[in-house]
């Protein structure tokens, strides 16, 4: 067989069918009856509108609370995986059909730092470093210091009791000795190189 252009107008694809479609497009015709039929996964105004009234109760829309994306989730953060409009995380899709492309470099965050919320009004575009920024603001950015921190070797109290060691004359190799650790370390925590919140 010979292969030829999908007859449908600016699809990109070939087909070696007898009926020139490509194989999206003749998938849609044998499901749907139609080449050009939107398939379950095309969002629409009216598929969030009944999506939401479903969903959510009249009170919650008033109230300004948040609507949670009812299906998967797209990672351990809780985001809502829809893949839609070219997009798999829900709030995205939303973000699309209310307001149109998200342009390039800009995310989709959240007012209510709610990962499943789909709340149109809840959302808005930023950069990477506003997310982070806003992470920071919020509280939400997770700091692992002192014994926290699974690199750490020295105790918090340990470390002030190395610091006096050091400062009443003691040698810094000694100490190390001590803590089973390397003299650059003891230096590094003397100098406040290393914890200086300790």
Known sequence: MTWRPCRIDGCPNSSELRDPLC???????????DPLALGQNAITRRAIDALFARVHTP???EAGECWHWPGTSFSPHGYGNCNRNGQKIASRATWVETYGPIPEGMWVLHKCDNPPCVRPSHLYLGTPARNTRDMVERGRQVTHV????????VATEDVQRIRERVASGEMQKLVAEDYGIHPAHVSRLCSGKRRSYA
């Open 146 to 153: 002192n014994e926290a921190n699974a690199r750490t070797v």
């Open 23 to 33: 194989a999206a497009h003749y998938a849609n015709k044998r499901l749907r009856g």
């Open 59 to 61: 009170a919650a829309r």
